[in-house]
């Protein structure tokens, strides 16, 4: 069980254009999912909160209006890479809490983004 | 702000040896801690939590208040468990309800 899906694992673009990944979670509600970003080698930095029906809380230095979050449904957060650069290439890794109290994050296979 | 520290990128040791892989934390509070595992592409998997101690697939970790450390232990080592191991802390306790701040991570290689 709690299992977390992501979509897609890999994307391609070009500079300039905007990139909607999806974060699931399959088999359990999730009131919380999170959003991290790992550089290669490096370990996975925390980007933003994301709780259901309620706007997403962003780390310091993380710009909202280039990482748009969405939490429409307990099961479903999407992360919006809009006017994406190729510093904004990265690895992208969902995580997600069910809605029963003190259980663990449940990560998602990750979306690797490169921007052209 | 809280910090994470894994001191060693890499670990080789031999199969049948213990392991020990270090985390040492800095934060004010009284944080949970969590070590993670990723085995070639595969997902982040949780495994194990200072407040369940459980003991999973003979590892171990006891939180060290005084040290502000949570090594992750295992007496024989076996070759199914190389992977990568991140060491990572919830500032609020309140597990998986607080964004996780990650250490680096060392990567494990067991040798046959």
């Known amino acids: 069980g709690a299992v977390v899906s992501q979509h897609p694992s890999w994307v391609i673009c070009k500079s300039g254009t905007s990139v909607k990944i999806e974060c699931r979670s399959l088999?359990?509600?999730?009131?919380?999912m999170f959003w991290y970003r790992q550089f290669p080698k490096q370990s996975l930095m925390l980007m933003a909160t994301s709780n259901e029906g309620s706007k997403a809380t962003y780390e310091q230095g993380v710009e909202k209006d280039k990482f748009l979050i969405n939490h429409a449904s307990l099961t479903l957060s999407t992360l919006t890479v809009t006017s994406a650069h190729p510093e904004d290439s990265s690895f992208y890794i969902c995580?997600?809490?069910?809605?029963?109290?003190?259980?663990?994050?449940?990560f998602g296979d990750g979306t690797r983004l490169s921007i052209l | 702000a809280q910090r994470v520290t894994q001191p060693e990128k890499l670990l080789s040791v031999f199969k049948g040896a213990p392991v020990e892989l270090k985390c040492n934390y800095s934060y004010s509070g009284s944080p949970e801690l969590f070590w993670y595992v990723q085995y070639s592409r595969q997902r982040l998997q949780l495994l194990l939590r200072?407040?369940s101690r459980e003991s999973i697939k003979g590892f171990t970790a006891d939180l060290n208040k005084g040290e502000t450390s949570f090594h992750l232990k295992k007496p024989f080592a076996q070759e199914e468990d190389s992977a990568m191991y991140y060491c990572?802390?919830?500032?609020?306790?309140?597990?998986?309800?607080?964004?996780?701040?990650f250490g680096k991570g060392t990567h494990l290689i067991i040798q046959p």
């Open positions: 200072h407040i």
């Open positions: 990572a802390l919830s500032p609020l306790g309140r597990g998986g309800a607080d964004g996780l701040t």
């Open positions: 995580s997600a809490t069910a809605t029963e109290s003190n259980q663990p994050q449940h």
């Open positions: 088999d359990f509600q999730a009131t919380t």
